[in-house]
């Protein structure tokens, strides 16, 4: 018999104003709340016109972006390619990347593997203004 978890996704903590991103929008996570072991959830409500302050990228972690409302950018490894409804953003773990919602916000769901440790690198400013 197989064990299962539901959740309300606004059930779960915006980490966004704790982190100094809170002029950005909103982030969830929910591995934790899921009780998953091997798989990652991010959840992003980003206001018009917003941009995450720093590129990141993993050393084994590759992620899958949907994006479900609005529309926006994603920076890949310096290549920037627009985003609607129904796309989706593939990053093997190496790649750097950011986004940045349009003028009409953007939301979007990021999957990925969990890794215990340190996997991100982070680099803030990767994305020069303009």
Same mark, same amino acid.
């Given at each position: 018999?197989?064990?299962? $978890? ?19 929008? =909103? ?41 479900? =409302?609005?529309?926006?950018? &994603?920076?890949?490894?310096? =290549? ?30 990021? &999957?990925?593997?969990? $890794?215990?440790? =340190? ?12």
């Amino acid at each position: 018999m197989s064990t299962y $978890t539901t959740y309300r996704l606004d059930d779960a903590e915006d980490i966004a104003p704790g982190h100094g991103l809170g002029e950005v929008g =909103e982030i969830r996570f929910l591995r934790n709340a899921l009780g998953a072991e091997r798989i990652g959830m991010g959840h992003y409500r980003m206001k018009p016109g917003r941009r995450i302050a720093f590129g990141h990228r993993h050393g084994e972690s590759e992620e899958v972006y949907l994006v479900l =409302e609005g529309s926006g950018r &994603f920076n890949l490894d310096g =290549e920037v390619v627009d985003v609607a409804p129904g796309d989706t953003v593939y990053c093997p773990a190496a790649t750097m990347r950011a986004w940045e919602a349009g003028d009409d916000g953007m939301v979007l769901v990021a &999957f990925g593997a969990h $890794t215990e440790g =340190e996997d991100s690198h982070l680099e803030p400013g990767w994305w020069p203004e303009g």
